[in-house]
């Protein structure tokens, strides 16, 4: 090798030498790692995410969230790429939980094995709650501490497996909170109205709230409703009323709350109910 050579590898060497090292991304977790649970994140501006076989969106702030269905299984694995190329996976291991079984009787038969003159209109309405719970908002109301959207007794816990009439049935996915018909019903956090629909044949009249980045709140079995898709809402604002419409046995708000389609628990994301109602 020739003296000039040789200087310009030295010098292409120091060079690579000076260049800072990629660092790796970021990533901060806060929320229960539990089937059911939401667990926001905090990475890098300009960061990328990816969970559960889909890119999460990510604020310009580097805020994200995921969550966890029902049935999680033990481990997710979680991976984020920083603005620089750099990537980081985390294996999330994924705490079990029990669920109860919820035996309710006397409910009407029709309600229980619906009709085939109604499986057309069902399925329209399950389309419906579908198509608005792909939506992947930019906005960020997520971020808000979470208030109840009625206080009372809770009387259907997330998670339940539901026998009816000595049948079982699918999973119970939200919480059951007993109160008057009429009582009004509070955005628990704010957000923009993509389902109102004042019957829909389970669950009578229906609201779905988007969070942002693909949170969303239910409201079942409503007795009226105060807002119509597409309005903004503040956490607080009245949205609708209690009460006992679809498949119900009596007045009461079925809470649910979803990451695009997998239903979380509506409890990992408020206080102790006030007045020691749970």
Not at 166 to 185: F, L, W
Request: zero cysteines; charged letters at 25%.
């Amino acid at each position: 090798m020739t003296h000039t050579m040789a200087r310009l590898v030295a010098t292409v060497l120091l060079a690579a030498l000076a260049l800072p090292l990629a660092a790796a991304p970021r990533v901060e977790l806060e929320g229960r790692l539990a089937q059911g649970s939401v667990v926001f994140g905090r990475t890098d501006p300009g960061a990328n995410v990816y969970f559960a076989d889909r890119e999460v969106r990510v604020s310009p702030q580097g805020v994200f969230l995921i969550g966890f269905g029902r049935d999680a299984e033990a481990h997710e694995q979680l991976m984020v790429e920083g603005p620089d190329g750099e990537r980081i996976e985390r294996d999330l291991e994924i705490e079990p939980r029990d669920y109860d079984i919820q035996r309710i009787d006397g409910v009407p038969p029709e309600t229980v094995s619906p009709p085939k003159e109604a499986l057309q209109r069902i399925r329209e309405e399950v389309e419906m709650v579908r198509e608005a719970r792909r939506r992947d908002d930019p906005r960020t109301d997520f971020l808000a501490d979470f208030i109840w959207p009625v206080t009372g007794r809770i009387t259907g816990v997330y998670g339940s497996q539901r026998v009816y009439n000595g049948e079982p049935r699918r999973p119970h996915y939200g919480i059951d909170i007993a109160s008057s018909a009429g009582t009004p019903v509070r955005a628990p956090a704010g957000g923009v109205v993509t389902v109102a629909h004042e019957d829909m044949y389970f669950s009578g009249g229906t609201l779905l709230l988007d969070h942002g980045h693909g949170l969303s709140s239910a409201f079942l079995h409503l007795q009226s409703l105060a807002v119509d898709v597409g309005d903004r809402v503040e956490q607080g604002d009245t949205i609708g009323t209690v009460g006992s419409g679809g498949r119900s046995t009596g007045a009461h708000l079925d809470w649910r709350i979803n990451w695009f389609q997998r239903r979380l628990d509506p409890r990992e994301l408020v206080d102790a109910m006030p007045g020691g109602g749970d």
